[in-house]
C-alpha cells in the first residue's frame, strides 16, 4: 500500500497553538500522530512524507531516530521547510530516500504548493498549509492536521482527484 502525509511537525510544541491540534502537550501529539500510523501503515508500505517531519535540529539527532525506528514502512522524504538535517543523515537515520520534489504515478510531490502554479496541468500533493485548505483545484494537501493526524492512501487520493474532477 502507497500512503502520503506532511507536517508532522515532531517536537513542535508551538503548532499545537497555531494549528489548534487537540493536544495538550507535545509528548502527547508526538505519540498520538505514531499511534494513527501504526494502526494503518504496515512494514511492506511505502510512505511519502511531504515534508516538515520535526523543527529538530542535528542537536537532537537521538530523538528524530527514536520517532523514525517506530514508524513501519519503507519511509521516504519530500523535505520540507522545518527539515533541518542534511538530506543523507535522514537516509542513514532511515528513511530510504530523500527529495525535494518526485513524482509518484501522476502525481507531483512538493512540500510548498506555490509550486503549483508551475503547471496548472499536474496534480499536485503537497504539506505546508496545515488548516488553509484541504483541496483547491488541482492541488491536495496530505498534512495531518487535514486528515484527522493519519496518513491517507493511494485509493483517497485517487478519490480527490478524480471523483471529484
Known amino acids: 500500500m502507497i500512503w502520503f502525509t506532511a507536517d508532522q511537525h515532531f517536537f513542535h510544541e508551538n503548532i499545537i497553538d497555531y494549528c489548534s491540534r487537540p493536544f495538550p502537550r507535545v509528548g502527547k501529539m508526538n505519540n498520538e500522530i505514531i499511534r494513527r500510523y501504526r494502526s494503518v501503515v504496515g ?8 515534508g516538515d517531519f520535526t ?15 517506530q514508524l513501519p514502512g519503507a519511509k521516504i522524504l519530500i523535505l520540507g521547510n522545518h527539515d533541518k538535517f542534511d538530506p543523507f543523515t535522514y537516509i ?4 530510504q530516500s530523500v527529495h525535494t ?3 509518484v504515478e501522476e ?3 512538493v512540500h510548498d504548493p506555490a509550486w503549483s502554479v508551475v503547471d496548472s496541468s499536474c496534480k499536485w500533493i503537497c504539506g505546508h498549509i496545515h488548516t488553509l485548505f484541504k483541496r483547491q483545484g ?27 474532477l
Open 138 to 164: 488541482n492541488v491536495l494537501n496530505v498534512g495531518v492536521d487535514q486528515h484527522e493526524f493519519y496518513p491517507i492512501g493511494i485509493e483517497e487520493i485517487h478519490r480527490e482527484f478524480y471523483e471529484i
Open 107 to 109: 502525481f507531483t510531490l
Open 92 to 95: 542513514d537515520m532511515g528513511f
Open 101 to 103: 520534489s518526485l513524482v
Open 55 to 69: 523543527i529538530m535540529g542535528p542537536q537532537h539527532r537521538h530523538a528524530v531516530e527514536h520517532i523514525i525506528s
Open 43 to 50: 512494514d511492506a508500505d511505502v510512505v511519502y512524507m511531504v
